[in-house]
């Protein structure tokens, strides 16, 4: 997929990762696979230190806080896929249809903080919901045929202004002067709306987390690491520089009321206890975390 704006979570250089990925069919992963129901899924909802719990399995420490997580919001009508990546890169984006990609790098610099993690995934998870790569691809459809009937109109209108018959050269001229202003249109609108993506992401990536019990600075946390990062920011760039995330994100704290959000998703666990499934997906590289229909 080209139009791949509000995809990735920190770069910005974005588009679908061609990095080697941890393949699941290995005796290793198999026997992961088996001791995921040994596992802890206790949280800190304070905003304190947070619980850090050493994970012996990557597999299994996505598997542990991403389940709880859609649990936790409803998410569990469709099953939802989990790749790691082998590349050491501090990045995570959400890919094809329910699909979440995680580099291991980003993993590392996390390691253990379940609630981070948590802030990740749900980021990611909101891209999903909320639709944010049909939106993407419907805005550029439209906008692009939209500017195309612009530029062609507006080249004419400037070529029946003279006075005088126009040379070949001439006419070309205008039109690419009236198309280079059409592409810088295109690009500060879908520039616009892939940053209002990861604004929206972040607030409602918030509410899920939050929802599934998890410690309500944990997004600050995350979005701090990166902050430390040297900046790859640019006035072109698709992602909001990240003070202004950090900013937003304070902002979306005080809107909602943590309690709330987590009586609402505490409810929803109680009721749903049974963890989700999960096995391999048929690409043969990512783990599927089954909906709630499998599990029944």
Partial sequence: MTSSHIRKFVITTLGVSSSVLLNLNTPGVTQALTTFSSLSTTTNLSTSTPLVQPKNNNLQWVYSVAERVIRANGLDDYPWRFQISDEYD???????????????????????????????????????????????????????????????????????????????????????????????????????????????????????????????????????????????YTENSSHPPTQQRINALKQVMNKYLWFSLWIEGNERLKNNPQSLKLDISEDGVSLRINSRFVSR
């Fill in 90 to 232: 501090p990045n995570a984006y959400a890919d094809e249809l329910n699909k979440i990609v995680i580099y291991k790098g980003l993993l590392d610099q996390i390691h253990g903080d379940d609630a981070a993690l948590a802030f990740i995934i749900s980021h990611e998870l909101a891209h999903h919901t909320q639709r944010h790569f049909a939106q993407q691809e419907e805005a550029e459809t439209n906008l692009k045929e939209k500017l195309l009937k612009e530029a062609k109109s507006e080249i004419v209108q400037e070529w029946r202004k003279s006075n005088t018959p126009l040379s070949p050269a001439t006419k070309d001229v205008i039109k690419q002067r009236i198309i280079i202003q059409k592409k810088q249109e295109f690009e500060r609108t879908m520039q616009a709306l892939s940053r209002q993506h990861e604004f929206q992401a972040d607030e409602i990536g918030y509410t899920y987390m939050v929802k599934a019990g998890y410690e309500i600075d944990a997004g600050l946390r995350v979005l701090n690491l990166f902050l430390r990062l040297p900046s790859d």
